[in-house]
Nanobody, 131 residues
Framework: EVQLVESGGGLVQPGGSLRLSCAAW????????MGWFRQTPGKEREGVAT???????HYADSVKGRFTISKDSAKNTLYLQMNSLKPEDTAMYYC?????????????????????????WGQGTQVTVSS
């Protein structure tokens, strides 16, 4: 059974940084694709950054160069380091995992619907970027 619990969200000023963490019991093994997704009211959930079981990473164009996804299998934790935050980054951020045979990280980044239907999700952590 995969269980995901996010933490690290909060209020930050534009240009600031936050690091999100996801305690991921059962999902940081070599077999799972993992990722961070975000959603704002009235909009579809979108992929932010994903990581394959071999550590290959993928990013949405809107966060490239600012966000970094990583995982520590020994600690069963997925991270998202967010730098140079912008007001448009404000959203609920979700950690997700899916068996790698079902979706690669590249596929997951662009298909939040399938990820939502077949993957495991945390409850989310709110990130607000505002002065």
């Amino acid at each position: 059974e995969v269980q995901l619990v996010e933490s690290g969200g909060g209020l930050v000023q534009p240009g600031g940084s936050l690091r999100l963490s996801c305690a991921a019991w059962g999902a940081t093994s070599m077999k799972y694709t993992m990722g961070w997704f975000r959603q704002t009211p009235g909009k579809e959930r979108e992929g932010v950054a994903t990581i394959d079981s071999d550590g290959t990473t993928h990013y949405a164009d809107s966060v490239k160069g600012r966000f970094t996804i990583s995982k520590d299998s020994a600690k069963n934790t997925l991270y998202l380091q967010m730098n140079s935050l912008k007001p448009e980054d404000t959203a609920m951020y979700y950690c997700a995992a899916i068996y790698g045979a079902l979706m690669t990280a590249s596929q997951a980044l662009g298909d939040a619907v399938r990820m939502r239907n077949f993957g495991y999700w945390g409850q989310g952590t709110q990130v607000t970027v505002s002065s």
